[in-house]
């Protein structure tokens, strides 16, 4: 079902613009009419990740008129897999400023704002309200709840997708869509009426995530807002769109209101408390952790690095002289447990890391509450080291290093503490 152009045509196109988007413009059910209406639009594109670069790109090429870009993070070498709107040379780089400088590229009329920093519940009303369409490319649950909230509260479309290992699912949430259209509002607390709790579904950081999916999806994301802007075809709203890339299978299920509020509960709010509050723990980036294992070698730093990951996964690649307490031992409903107290010195300094950082955010935050005043998280978790194991910058012990050398592992809570020396970082030869 057709609804309404979202936004009122520009009055003229610039003559540059109409060349660059004369084959879409040649599409009977966009035209120029159409077009002008992209040009006056202003989209909001929630991270420029794996599904927000596509949907940059394209939104871009499509020739929309302003876009907003919300990412507070640098590209990482891990990024590129997925994330096309950046390259090699962006590594180090605000994700921001290097999409912008693409969509520059690609479409030098566009007017690209950028909003350097993470979407919090003091800020996300501010940011989304300037906008006509939002688009969800984040990748953690409380901010896509937020998101939803908020779009729901300033009645705004909002463009969703998920995306795991080889599966996605594609929708529009659109709590009040305008009246007389015949569409029923939906949002994704219909969908989903809460937030999993912690750890229950993985992220593409420990689950991984094919990179082509990412861009047919962001690809799809930008499809459904252009028909939103521009009145043509029948968005999905009040549809979920599955997708099986193994199988190469599209299905779809239909979403129907329940009524819900558009609104985080008791538990969510408390949530969003202590991630804020895990936001801001100290971090020690991987180049530091290196100077400070060989000031320590050296008998000129006193420090633990705490591992919370699973057994399996530091096995396969760990820090030297790295602690393994994983987090479900670490942790008894989030609260630091007895196993996890009798495991660590309350008065050393601790350095904790997990895959990626969600992890030992919570393990940090946790740890504070229990009364350890110096707990800093290694910035981007193992997945950064391995980067500098590879660079030949840092040194890698488990079977994904094998190093000429025997070399100390790390240390389960329950083994005993018998181990020798660490080793030089600098000194693992094979990394």
Request: charged letters at 20%; proline letters at 7%; aromatic letters at 4%.
């Amino acid at each position: 079902m057709a609804i309404p152009p979202l936004v009122e045509p520009v009055d003229r196109l610039s003559a540059s613009e109409s060349v660059r988007t004369a084959r879409q413009r040649r599409l009977p059910q966009l035209n120029e009419l159409g077009q002008r209406r992209l040009a006056n639009a202003r989209v909001l594109v929630l991270g420029a990740g794996g599904l927000g670069s596509p949907a940059l790109l394209y939104l871009a090429a499509a020739g929309v008129g302003t876009i907003g870009i919300v990412d507070g993070d640098d590209v990482e070498p891990s990024n590129l897999q997925r994330q096309i709107v950046h390259g090699q040379a962006d590594v180090g780089r605000p994700k921001v400023d290097s999409a912008a400088e693409r969509i520059a590229d690609i479409a030098p009329e566009t007017t690209v704002v950028r909003h350097a920093e993470r979407l919090v519940a003091n800020n996300a009303a501010e940011i989304l309200g300037g906008y006509d369409v939002v688009i969800d490319g984040t990748d953690n649950f409380p901010t896509r709840f937020l998101v939803n909230d908020t779009c729901a509260r300033l009645g705004l479309p909002l463009v969703w997708a998920s995306v795991l290992r080889f599966d996605a699912q594609l929708s529009v949430f659109w709590a009040t869509p305008p009246a007389g259209s015949g569409v029923t509002g939906v949002h994704l607390r219909d969908l989903f009426p809460t937030p999993p709790a912690d750890g229950e579904v993985p992220n593409c950081a420990d689950a991984g995530v094919l990179g082509a999916l990412c861009g047919q999806v962001g690809s799809l994301m930008a499809t459904e807002t252009i028909k939103l802007i521009t009145g043509i075809g029948s968005p999905l709203i009040g549809r979920v769109l599955v997708i099986d890339a193994l199988s190469g299978r599209f299905s779809e299920i239909p979403l129907v209101g329940t009524g819900i509020a558009a609104e985080p509960t008791a538990a969510e709010v408390a949530a969003e408390t202590a991630r804020v509050a895990a936001e801001n723990t100290a971090e020690v980036s991987g180049a530091e952790l290196v100077e400070r294992l060989e000031a320590q070698r050296a008998g000129n730093d006193n420090f633990l690095v705490l591992d919370v990951r699973e057994p399996n996964e530091n096995a396969e690649s760990s820090i030297p002289t790295a602690r393994l307490v994983p987090l479900g031992e670490l942790l008894t409903d989030g609260v630091l447990s007895d196993t996890g107290r009798a495991a660590l010195p309350v008065e050393t300094p601790l350095i904790v890391h997990c895959h990626a950082g969600g992890r030992a955010a919570r393990a940090a935050a946790a740890l504070r509450e229990a009364g350890f005043t110096d707990v800093s998280v290694l910035t981007g978790g193992i997945v950064a080291w391995d980067d500098l194991v590879t660079a030949g910058r840092a040194p890698g012990i488990g079977s994904r290093w094998p190093s000429l050398e025997p070399t100390p592992t790390g240390r389960h809570a329950s083994a005993p503490d018998n181990r020798a020396a660490p080793a030089s970082p600098t000194a693992t030869t094979n990394r």
